[in-house]
């Protein structure tokens, strides 16, 4: 007999669940063509690692580079679609009381899916802010690159969050509440090596809930987790979606 891919133990508790929370990163969009983050960076960008270009380091060092590596992703960004997998996130949404989807993913491609409550960990790469004040900056007349906050000429960044910074303290705090109160916990696309976003299913284990990681690839973190599906966010999530709720 063909193991089925989703056992029917978790789709029982899916149906019953009222609180329910997913943390994604950056494989839910590798199906939409969105290289991850830990994958080899193409043309122009392939002799630079994210970790040298996402630091204030890199970006004190050398503001031109960095502002045009995001303006690259943007780019790539604008061009992708939401897949199978952020579209069976939107529908989930519908279906639990109370659901919560925290993203490490600055790609904006969730939001663009239709999810209505997005907890961003990391920041929007279509945000951007002044280096000086923090202040998030709508507009701006400078040409020059990056170009300089129309209030104290500071340097205008993305408002990501770069290795060795804070993330949004209030976005922290509500992504750890809905996540002390979860029933049921998914862990999708994510490498589980970047902390904090990565304690956060282990919170969830030792506050009870059901976690489930759903990755092609194991994490430090799958031998702890009460599923682990092994397969692509885009395959299994309309198959849990389909054999919960019917179509
Ligand atoms: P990573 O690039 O570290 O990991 C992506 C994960 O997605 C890997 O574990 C892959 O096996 C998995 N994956 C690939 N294709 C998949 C698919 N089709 N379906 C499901 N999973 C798939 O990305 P993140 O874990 O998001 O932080 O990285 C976390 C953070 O580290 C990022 O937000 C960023 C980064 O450096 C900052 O910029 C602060």
Redesign the pocket.
Known sequence: MKTPLIPARLIERLRTARRVVVL?????S??SGV?????AQTGLWEQYS??DL?TPEAFARDPKLVWEWYAWRRNLVRQAEPNA?HLSLVEMERKIPEFTLIT???DGLHRRAGSQTILE??GNLFRTKCSNKNTVVKTWDSTEVPPRCPCCAGLLRPD????G?M?PHETLQAAQQATEQADIFFS???????YP??NLPIFALQAGATVIE????P?PISAQMTFSLN??????LPVLLTETWGH
Request: without cysteine; aromatic residues 6%; negative net charge.
């Open positions: 994604s990163g950056a494989g839910i590798a199906e290289p991850t983050f830990r994958e994210p970790e996402a997998g490490q993913n600055v960990l990391h990501v969050v770069w290795f910074e993330l999708i696309g994510t490498s589980a090596l970047v976003a990565a759903i990755n092609p690839q994490t397969g692509a966010a885009g395959t299994l």
